[in-house]
Nanobody, 127 residues
Framework: QVQLVESGGGSVQAGGSLRLSCAASGFIGNIGWMAWFRQAPGKEREWVAV???????YYADSVKGRFTISQDNAKNTLYLQMNLLKPEDTAMYYC?????????????????????WGQGTQVTVSS
């Protein structure tokens, strides 16, 4: 089992920054891909960014150049640095992990590929 706990959300004005954190615990040695997703009210969950140890991260086009995903293995923590925030970034942000026992692979941007999820942290960007 893997537990994920997000923090760092809040309310900011457009153009501002926030850093989200996702603390992992449990059988973290089984974790492969880790990602951030977001879901705005009335919309489907949307992939934001993904990272796999020792590989380059990938970003959704909507956040490329503004968001940075990173991980601190010593602290078992995943981060999402969000700069130049826009009102359309307003959403609940979720941390996700793909860890053993692995299920079917649908690609790194598909939420079905991830079997562990945090509770979410709210980000609100005002204009």
């Amino acid at each position: 089992q893997v537990q994920l706990v997000e923090s760092g959300g809040g309310s900011v004005q457009a153009g501002g920054s926030l850093r989200l954190s996702c603390a992992a615990s449990g059988f973290i040695g089984n974790i492969g891909w880790m990602a951030w997703f977001r879901q705005a009210p009335g919309k489907e969950r949307e992939w934001v960014a993904v990272i796999l140890m020792h590989t380059s991260p990938y970003y959704a086009d909507s956040v490329k150049g503004r968001f940075t995903i990173s991980q601190d293995n010593a602290k078992n923590t995943l981060y999402l640095q969000m700069n130049l925030l826009k009102p359309e970034d307003t959403a609940m942000y979720y941390c996700a992990a793909r860890a053993a026992p692995l299920g079917e692979w649908f690609g790194y941007s598909d939420s079905r590929s991830y079997n562990y999820w945090g509770q979410g942290t709210q980000v609100t960007v005002s204009s």
